[in-house]
Each structure stands twice: as structure tokens, then as C-alpha cells.
């Protein structure tokens, strides 16, 4: 059994989970590829775009991912933690926000 | 960044036999991954034969002024391999005769051999269609005696290829050493002042970009316009087209990706990128690469591996066109370097 929930290798195995649904499997992959051709955003974009994602969603698999796309495109570190710093701030942002409903119920509440 | 070459280490990878034993073992070995054979084998595609030699790849010596850390070639200021002027004449002889269209001289830096300006006189006047020499840019503001360089080579209207890893300074150094990315700047600069790599001329200026670290190269084109737009708005240098090469795991880069840890995902990227259209193309199909000392090998990667051609013309003094042409092509593992992606030559992408 193994010990920990993620494995490294798991990546290089994705494109199995078509093989208990080969249809809905091939149907996100072929989603999938679409997504990331160039189109109004270049392939760049997309994949900073990706990176920025990966690490909102925590995705460790994407991480590594895309952080490997990046370098292949050229992407500087520079603007991969740029891109990251968007991300965060969405997620801060987000979390935030939502402190306006609190302060909201809290007016409500109190006389 | 080291400063040495393996050689001058001792290191136990400057040995050919032990890169090609460590290419051949493990997860090649284990069955994890197929042997490039076994690849060729599953699509048809066994064994790559040599067709007529269309490209002459001309190895003068490995010494460089540089000791960049993927050098496939082990090159170094340490490195005394150097081609003496009777191989050189030699080559002359089979350049006039052997009606490739294409002459490339490489290294190690082929400016550091002392012959490189007699050489260059000479094959130029044997009417080749295009006549590379590879040059990796800093070695004209290493010293006094390479400053005409530039000048040098349009009086004899060379095509220059340089090596550029990045359009920013910091990836460049790291790859390459400090301050290489300041002077090859400088260099291109120069380089453009004489009519090298300007939009019309027929100056060629090409630059070869690798990747600094255990990554394959992203799509030619797209990195092109990348390098394209930043070199001409940052430093307003210009220059006609980008190679995209693979760095193939041998010599000092297969050292750095088992440092690294590395080396199986890496093997991993380049197997899984198989692409069996790129075999059709790889470069050892119309080159043919001649050593320091005049021997023939399929490529400069099978020179750096010892690896001779499967031929009875053993050396350039033996050249003969019918024995080489059709000769089974000698591979290993490092073969998938030319077939991942959208596959990689001394030319760039091959489909
Ligand atoms: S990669 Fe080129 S410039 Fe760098 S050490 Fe090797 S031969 Fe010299
Ligand atoms: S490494 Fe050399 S022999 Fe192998 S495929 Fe590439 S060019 Fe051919």
C-alpha cells in the first residue's frame, strides 16, 4: 500500500483514467488539448494562465506541470510568480470580499 | 559553475564507455522504458540508414573559451584535442569532391585552433553553397585577436551560427557562465554592424537556443518571436532564425542531469515524446561528422561517444561516398534526444 496520497509517477499514468470510461476519458482529453491551442491568447498566455490555476486549485500534479510547460516556452521565473501573485490575490481577494456579508450580518444582528 | 572540463576532473563520465553503459543499464535495462532500438522496431522504422551526404560536419578541436555546463562536447579551455593542418588538407581534398552542399564547422570554439583563418581561406574557395562556422559569440571579445572576426567572416561569406540560451541575462549566465550573456550581446552587436542577421542581407546570422536545464524546448516558432521581439527591443539586435535543439543526455549534460536527479524523468520526457516523423529527418541521415584527428563518425554526439561509423572508410583519408552511403546509422538511447517533439538536429526542428 502506498504511504502517501501523491506519487510523482501518477502524473505519467493520467491518461489511464480512460480506460474504466473510454468515452468520457477520450471526450476531457480531446476537451482538454482544444483548450490549450492557440486561439485569441496565445499558448503562453494559456499556460501562465494554467500555472497561476495549478496553485489556486493546489494541484501538485499541475505544478509540476506546468511549471515544466512554462520553462519549455521560455517563461521566466519572474513571470511565473507573477502570474502566481495573481492567483493569490484573487484568493485573498475572495476571501475578503466575503467580509463585507460579515460585516453586513453583523450590523444586522447588533442593535 | 565548474570550471573544467570532465576531462581535466578525471571525472568518471569524461569516459565514453561509461556514458554508453549508463544509457544501456537501468531503466532501459529493467524494461521501464524501450531501448531506442526496440522503439525503432515497434514502428517499422529499424534501422536508419545513411542517404548521401549532404552536410560535412567538420569537429576542429575541442578547446572553448567557454566551459558551459550542458556541453555535449566536454569542450574547455583544458581540452588540447586540436585538428592539425594535414587532417585539415585532408578535408579540403573531400570538400572539393564529395559534392555536399553544406560545410559546418564546429568545436570546442574552431576560432581557438590555429589554423581556423588558413582553413576557412581555403574551404571557402570550394565553391560550397552554404558554409557554416559555429561560433558561440563571446569568443570574439575574449581577446584583441578576435575582434575582426565579424569582418572575417563576410569577407568570406560565412553563415554564423551562435548560441544563445536566453534573452535574459540571468538564464544565459547560469547555462553558460558570468557575463556570458554581456558579451555575446556585444558580439551581436558587431556582428549586426557588418550586415550579419539584418532583415534583408545575405549575411546569415542564425542562433541556436537550448534549454538551461532538464527541460525539452518549447515550439521553434513561437520561441523565435519570443527571442526575436526581445532582443530587438532591449538591445535593438537583430538576426534571422532561431534553432531549437535538444540537449542530448551525454557527456557534461548527462553528468548534470544524474547531479541533478534528473536523469530518469528526463529520459522519461524524451521517450514519451517519441515522434516517429522525426526519424525520417534525423540529421545523421545527411551528415556525416569528422573528428579532430580526421575519423567519421554518424554525428557529433556519436564522435563525443566514440562510437565510429559502421563503415570500412574509417577516416577522412579513406572517404568514399559508396561505402558510407547506406551504411546502418550506430544508436543508443541518446538517438531519442533527435526524435522527441518535433524532433532536433544541428539545424533545429526536423519536421
Ligand atoms: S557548449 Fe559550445 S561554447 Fe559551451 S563549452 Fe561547449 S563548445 Fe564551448
Ligand atoms: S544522436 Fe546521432 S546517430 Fe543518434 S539519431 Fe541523433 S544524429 Fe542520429
Known sequence: ?111 | MATKSLHKRNSDLANSNRQLDILSNGIFKNGELPTFKSKLAETNLAPIKAKKIEILQINVGYMCNQVCEHCHVDAGPDRQEIMTRETMQQCLNVIENSGAHTLDLTGGAPEMNPHFRWFVEEASKAGIKDFIVRSNLTIIKANKKYYDLPEFFKKHNVHVVSSMPHWTRGKTDKQRGNGVFDSSIEALKMLNAVGYGMPESPLKLDLVYNPSGAFLPGNQAALEKDFKKALKEDFNIQFHNLFAITNLPISRFLDYLIASENYEDYMYSLVEAFNPSAVANVMCTNTLSVSWDGYLYDCDFNQMLELPVNSKAKHISEFNQDLLEGRNIVISQHCYGCTAGAGSSCQGSVT
Open chain 1, 1 to 111: 500500500m502506498q504511504k502517501t496520497y501523491y506519487d510523482p509517477a501518477d502524473l505519467k499514468k493520467f491518461g489511464k483514467i480512460s480506460e474504466w470510461n473510454e468515452e468520457l476519458g477520450s471526450k476531457f482529453f480531446e476537451y482538454y488539448n482544444s483548450v490549450f491551442k492557440e486561439g485569441a491568447l496565445s499558448e503562453r498566455e494559456k499556460s501562465l494562465i494554467a500555472l497561476a490555476v495549478s496553485h489556486t486549485e493546489q494541484c501538485p500534479y499541475c505544478i509540476d506541470a506546468y511549471t515544466k510547460d512554462g520553462l519549455q516556452r521560455g517563461i521566466t521565473k519572474e513571470e511565473m510568480m507573477e502570474a502566481l501573485h495573481v492567483g493569490a490575490a484573487i484568493k485573498s481577494g475572495a476571501t475578503l470580499v466575503h467580509g463585507v456579508q460579515m460585516m453586513n450580518k453583523v450590523n444586522k444582528l447588533e442593535m
